[in-house]
């Protein structure tokens, strides 16, 4: 996940609580130091390793989005599957439905983003710069409908951070999903 989030960023208590909680350690520099912490035995036993990593990149993702961490919540498209995320009908509307050259868009930078070699953020934002570039309209002609096709919300943590969570497949299916249901 672009860039390394750690207690200095998200405040000794929230920081260290996610850490705790989730059972792994936010910057992996740390990771021999963290790794002789005991575990909570609830949460962190009963979760399986992958959805802990998953927690964890969505954490790093939200950087200083995250004050407390029952914050976590409000991020659930992270945590739905593909074709149950929800969307907020007014962004959708707004966004998708009432915006067809943004269609159009999304659609031709699908294809970008099925062949961007690393899929991590910092090459999805230059990716989507040089894209918007190139098909001289502002970022914002796409960047929005992009946000609810991925997130089902017109607002959230990064975009390029939130495309590297949710990984390459998950996103093109979001993308599908949601210009198949306009």
């Known amino acids: 996940v672009h860039g390394r989030v750690g207690r200095h960023h998200l405040g000794r208590e929230v920081g260290g609580e996610v850490e705790r909680v989730l059972g792994v350690p936010l910057d992996p520099a740390r990771a021999r130091v963290h790794s002789r912490a005991p575990r909570p035995r609830p949460i962190a036993d009963a979760a399986v390793p992958r959805t802990r990593e998953a927690v964890a990149r969505v954490v790093a993702g939200m950087q200083d989005r995250l004050k407390v961490f029952s914050d976590i919540l409000e991020y659930d498209e992270f945590f739905v599957s593909d074709d ?3 969307y907020d009908e007014k962004a959708f509307d707004k966004r998708i439905r009432r915006a067809p050259e943004s269609v159009e868009l999304l659609k031709t930078f699908r294809q970008t983003l099925a062949s961007a070699e690393p899929f ?3 090459n999805l934002d230059r990716l989507l710069h040089e894209f918007v570039e190139a ?4 970022i914002g002609a796409l960047i929005h409908a992009l946000r609810v096709a991925v997130t089902g919300k017109a607002k959230g943590i990064g975009m390029f951070d939130c495309l590297a969570v949710l ?3 998950r996103s093109l299916s979001r993308i599908d999903r ?3 249901r306009r």
């Open 167 to 169: 990984g390459r497949n």
């Open 120 to 122: 991590d953020a910092p």
């Open 135 to 138: 098909q001289g309209v502002p």
């Open 178 to 180: 949601t210009l198949a």
């Open 84 to 86: 149950a995320m929800p």
